[in-house]
Antibody, heavy 122, light 109 residues
Framework: EVQLVESGGGLVQPGGSLRLSCAASGFTFSSYNMNWVRQAPGKGLEWVSYISSSRTSIYYADSVKGRFTISRDNAKNSLYLQMSSLRDEDTAVYYC???????????????WGQGTLVTVSS | SSELTQDPAVSVALGQTVRITCQGDSLRSYYASWYQQKPGQAPVLVIYGKNNRPSGIPDRFSGSSSGNTASLTITGAQAEDEADYYCNSRDSSGNHKWVFGGGTKLTVL
């Protein structure tokens, strides 16, 4: 069974740091691009970051660029998100999602993990 | 960057057909993907590409696209289809990002 399991969420003060992890199983992790997507309480989905299978391409949403760092360890089948200089508006459930594409015009996220809640508050 | 616009809420009578739309410039270049999210759960992919359903998604779900508009159609809506639906595509402005629509809350009456 293809599965993604996030961990590392919690309560952190504004300006603090946190590292999220996503453990992958049931597929060849090193062959797939990966993403982080977040959802603030009661709000919609927001794409956060992307990392290619071989780590050669990395992209960020403007809202987190310079503060968040995505990484992966293909030997450990794991994806990470290092978050620093956290703000109140970073409070959200953070999902990892496998990226898929068949052509340059056709791409999607599947599956998604169950999410981990990050709360930024003093 | 591109934006995707969805109606905040749509309702449908049980067993009837409903269309959920998503508009944005990026849809002229990229196909939309669609996700169903029920309360307290992670999003689930229901449609991707021109009109493809992942394994396990009922065939009452279908997708289409024309110009800057993508549509998700549920033919014969069931009570279990009540959920939030999000469209998504790659940003077409060349800055290597992805965008989601604001989501549509579907109510099955």
């Amino acid at each position: 069974e293809v599965q993604l399991v996030e961990s590392g969420g919690g309560l952190v003060q504004p300006g603090g740091s946190l590292r999220l992890s996503c453990a992958a199983s049931g597929f060849t992790f090193s062959s797939y691009n990966m993403n982080w997507v977040r959802q603030a309480p009661g709000k919609g989905l927001e794409w956060v970051s992307y990392i290619s299978s071989s780590r050669t391409s990395i992209y960020y949403a403007d809202s987190v660029k310079g503060r968040f760092t995505i990484s992966r360890d293909n030997a450990k089948n794991s994806l990470y998100l290092q978050m620093s200089s956290l703000r109140d508006e970073d409070t959200a459930v953070y999902y990892c999602a496998r990226g898929r594409e068949t052509t340059v015009t056709t791409n999607w996220f599947d599956p998604w993990g169950q999410g981990t809640l990050v709360t930024v508050s003093s | 960057s591109s934006e995707l616009t969805q109606d905040p809420a749509v309702s449908v009578a049980l067993g009837q057909t409903v269309r959920i739309t998503c508009q944005g410039d990026s849809l002229r270049s990229y196909y939309a993907s669609w996700y169903q999210q029920k309360p307290g759960q992670a999003p689930v992919l229901v449609i991707y590409g021109k009109n493809n359903r992942p394994s396990g998604i009922p065939d009452r779900f279908s997708g289409s696209s024309s110009g800057n508009t993508a549509s998700l159609t549920i033919t014969g809506a069931q009570a279990e289809d009540e959920a939030d639906y999000y469209c998504n595509s790659r940003d077409s402005s060349g800055n290597h990002k992805w965008v989601f629509g604001g989501g549509t809350k579907l109510t099955v009456l």
